[in-house]
């Protein structure tokens, strides 16, 4: 490790896996009460279930985005993070206001709109500890070196603070409110967010292939140009059936189209960039974790995505496990295995240890990323029967969800499997082997 203020990003990785945890925890007793519906509903509400689910999801993706910048700002700008005590104090004001999120959400209280539940007073100190964070990393990257990867990777985080300003518009229209509320949903997890796993996978390939910079930047200017062409007006396939104009439509169907065309330029990009360097890393499972995100981000955001987007095929499968097999793959591969490509690879420096517990990591990706294929068929599956009996047929809802209780019970077995790794993963991450203490520091890999 070359600067000491990344040391800052120990506190966002091990909050991010603690999140992480609690987020599959919930994932998996959510998975449970499908197939048990009175198990929890006296104490613990389905909804309020989900909830914490789906935002624990987001929030420690974002912490996991903060401390992959605290990380490799300093490495790419050659200069030491502008102020390490305003990360430390980011980081304990997040966690305290996700804690605080969730308490409201047992207890009722929440905006009850998808993905933006938190109350006005949390959405207020989210967008300080945002301010906070934008000042600490621009400062690092004003006073020091400007890079491709650094660049991207500020403009996306900019726009992830600007664009959750969208979610203080509430208007009572329900048309209206979709409409901005897909402004932070898509805009987020389609546009800018893809920009940060094309930096963060720009960075992992510079140091671990020993590819020139100049060729990886040449790339990733390429993915950042496709991404913005296509995740803008791709917006469109969540306008179809809202109540907008009928050119949504049309734009909907061109542009979701080419939504592929980056997820699949990111792949290519990844095992090129491996094949060129010819380049044996001693950090195996962060290599694997960052192939691994490429592939899993094209089949599940990409081939997954198009599935469903056309508005002929979307007019019936919106809404039904269809849209769930998409949401679990596509969040798994692009930004779930980009946060474990990144920490896999910089915990080993920041601890001042050589890469550890590999093959427990590796087999974590293995059942995990299994685990959570089976689980996208079986949604996939579900999603084609709910959509035929449901949507076609006109059968009645509750008397679909009898027929496709099958799949939900092995929706359960899956998440079970996605625990069981993701254990495997946390361990290898956060516990090193006693032989690892007494190893010396490894040297940091010339770009």
């Known amino acids: 490790m070359k600067y000491q203020s990344q040391k800052v990003a120990l506190y966002y990785i091990y909050g991010a896996l603690a999140l992480f945890a609690a987020q599959i925890l919930f994932g998996v007793v959510a998975g449970t009460v499908y197939v048990l519906p009175n198990l929890f509903s006296e104490i613990l509400p389905f909804n309020v279930i989900r909830m914490i689910h789906t935002n624990a999801l987001i929030v420690w993706l974002l912490m996991g985005y903060f401390g992959a910048a605290y990380y490799l700002l300093p490495e790419e700008c050659e200069t030491e993070i502008h102020s390490p005590k305003l990360a430390i104090i980011q980081f304990w ?4 206001a996700a804690g605080a999120a969730v308490v409201g959400y047992i ?18 100190g989210i967008v300080v500890v945002a301010l906070m964070f934008l000042y600490n990393t621009t400062m690092t990257l004003l006073k020091g070196r400007k890079t491709a990867v650094s660049n991207v990777l500020m403009v996306a985080l900019w726009f992830v603070a600007l664009l959750f300003l969208f979610a203080f518009y509430n208007p009572s229209n329900l048309a209206v409110d979709k409409m901005y509320w897909w402004y932070v949903v898509h805009l987020w997890v389609e546009g800018v967010w893809e ?15 020993g590819v020139d910079r100049e060729v990886v930047e040449k790339w990733l200017y390429v993915m950042v140009s496709l991404t913005l062409f296509t995740g803008i007006l791709g917006t469109g396939h969540h306008y179809y059936w809202i109540g907008t104009p009928g050119y949504w439509q049309w734009i909907g169907n061109v542009f979701s189209t080419l939504e592929v ?3 699949f330029a990111m792949v290519v990009f990844c095992f090129y960039m491996v094949w060129k360097g010819g380049r044996d890393h001693p950090n195996k499972s962060a290599l694997l974790w960052s192939l691994g995100c490429s592939v899993m981000a094209f089949f599940g955001a990409g081939v997954w995505g198009f599935m469903h987007t056309l508005s002929s095929i979307n007019y019936y499968t919106h809404g039904t496990q269809v849209t ?15 946060n474990l490509a990144i920490f896999t690879y910089a915990l080993p420096y920041l601890r001042g ?22 689980m996208t068929f079986t949604l996939t599956f579900a999603g084609v029967v709910q959509t035929h009996l449901q949507r076609v047929l006109g059968m009645n809802y509750m008397d679909v969800q009898d027929q496709v209780a099958l799949f939900y019970w092995m ?8 625990l069981i790794g993701v254990t495997f ?11 690892a203490s007494v190893r010396a520091k490894i040297s940091q890999p010339a770009e």
Do not use: D
């Open 107 to 124: 207890f009722g209280i929440h905006e009850g709109r998808e993905f933006l539940e938190q109350p006005l007073p949390i959405k207020v």
């Open 411 to 418: 929706r359960l077995g899956s998440g079970i499997a996605v």
């Open 93 to 96: 004001l997040f966690l305290i």
């Open 195 to 209: 920009l940060i796993m094309a930096s963060i996978l720009a960075f992992l390939m510079i140091k671990m292939t």
């Open 261 to 263: 065309v980056p997820f």
């Open 425 to 435: 993963i946390i361990w290898a991450l956060v516990v090193p082997p006693r032989a």
């Open 324 to 338: 769930a097999a998409h949401g679990h793959l596509a969040f798994y591969g692009a930004y779930v295995m980009l």
């Open 353 to 374: 240890r050589e890469p550890y517990n590999q093959q427990l990591n590796m087999w974590g990706f293995w059942i995990t990323t299994s685990g959570m294929a089976f």
